[in-house]
């Protein structure tokens, strides 16, 4: 079942400007995480946040959560052309078995040069 | 150090053939380890979850089976493939602070 849904689909910027993509969930969330990859790569872990935190900072990189709007927001500033990817939220359900993530379907970032 | 691999990278398999996948983890014990499949251009839907050796637990009915014969080996099969089993299939490991580790991923063409 989907649980993530990210906005928008497709986000083309500039070199150095910000990206900003969002992600809404249906369910009660133990936590959330947000993903990249490279064109025909695996995934790769970015950041984590918890159900009791509100924002968090990795880099150039800044998560929100706010579970009351079941949503969450991955701000990346002053973009490269290396960011180019697409970016996945997960969620980790509150009554999670095994571990699990569900993901959303993505949002697909360009960065021009 | 802990590394997860998957193979092979790429596959291309007739419909009716059987298919088998292999992700083995290293530098870890008794992980939590995942199977999804990604349609091209979509998001990743689980199919399998495992919590350890023999356990599975499946997520979508389908065309698939897993197995989890080792700690550290999980292996994705079926017995005949068919066209819509195409897509790209991640394994994957949950780390320690409950993030995934990814494999590099198989792309499975079934033509």
């Known amino acids: 079942s989907q649980q993530g849904e990210e906005d928008p689909q497709a986000l083309s910027i500039q070199e150095g400007e910000n990206a900003t993509m969002n992600c809404s969930y249906k369910?009660?969330?133990?936590?959330l995480q947000w993903y990249r990859q490279n064109s025909g790569r695996g995934l790769v872990h970015l950041i984590l946040?918890?159900?009791?935190?509100r924002e968090k900072h990795s880099g150039r990189l800044r998560v929100t959560l706010d579970t009351s709007k079941k949503s969450s927001s991955l701000l990346i500033t002053a973009s490269r052309a290396a960011d180019t990817a697409s970016y996945f939220c997960?969620?980790?359900?509150?009554?999670?078995?095994?571990?699990?993530?569900?993901f959303g379907q993505g949002t697909e970032l360009s960065v021009k040069p | 150090s802990q590394t997860i691999h998957q193979w092979p990278a790429t596959l291309v398999q007739p419909v009716g053939s059987p298919l088998s996948l292999e992700c083995t983890v290293e530098?870890?014990?008794?992980?939590?380890l995942y199977w999804y499949r990604q349609a091209a251009g979509r998001g990743l839907q689980l199919l399998f979850y495992?919590?350890?050796?023999?356990?599975i637990s499946s997520e979508v009915p389908q065309n698939l089976s897993a197995s989890r014969p080792q700690d550290r080996q999980f292996i994705l099969s079926s017995k005949k493939l068919l066209l819509s089993d195409s897509g790209f299939y991640l394994c994957a490991w949950r780390t320690v602070n409950y993030g995934y580790t990814f494999g590099s991923g198989t792309r499975l063409t079934v033509v």
């Open positions: 495992s919590v350890g050796i023999g356990q």
């Open positions: 946040i918890r159900s009791n935190e």
């Open positions: 997960a969620t980790a359900s509150l009554y999670n078995q095994g571990g699990k993530l569900i």
């Open positions: 369910t009660s969330i133990n936590n």
């Open positions: 530098g870890t014990s008794n992980p939590n």
